[in-house]
Nanobody, 127 residues
Framework: QVQLVESGGGLVQAGGSLRLSCAASGDTFSLYAMGWFRQTPGKEREFVAAISRPGRNMNYADSVKGRFTISRDNAKNTVFLQMNTLKPEDTADYYC????????????????????WGQGTRVTVSS
């Protein structure tokens, strides 16, 4: 089972940028499709972005399309979420997730598809 640790959260003004990182250990990273989700108090966890095992296929929530970019470095066992033009409504705890997958081109948008989760990193966007 892979273990995940997120970093890179913080406080940023609206219009600013942040880059989240998620370091994986404990298993072969390239066997996992990866995703980012976010959650605010009182709300359900929300899909943000997903990426396939080799990093060629990506999918984004409509709310972040054109502003966020997911990428991965399989040599460094790390997945990234570059967040640009941040808005106050992007404020949330962001979670990295891993889904063990036999499908090379697959990515997943449902949290139930994921096997492992990080502890989360908080992003706060001030107006």
């Amino acid at each position: 089972q892979v273990q995940l640790v997120e970093s890179g959260g913080g406080l940023v003004q609206a219009g600013g940028s942040l880059r989240l990182s998620c370091a994986a250990s404990g298993d072969t990273f390239s066997l996992y499709a990866m995703g980012w989700f976010r959650q605010t108090p009182g709300k359900e966890r929300e899909f943000v972005a997903a990426i396939s095992r080799p990093g060629r296929n990506m999918n984004y929530a409509d709310s972040v399309k054109g502003r966020f970019t997911i990428s991965r470095d399989n040599a460094k066992n790390t997945v990234f979420l570059q967040m640009n033009t941040l808005k106050p409504e992007d404020t949330a705890d962001y979670y990295c997730a891993a889904a063990h997958s036999w499908i090379l081109s697959g990515y997943y948008t449902r949290d139930s598809d994921y096997n492992a989760w990080g502890q989360g990193t908080r992003v706060t966007v001030s107006s």
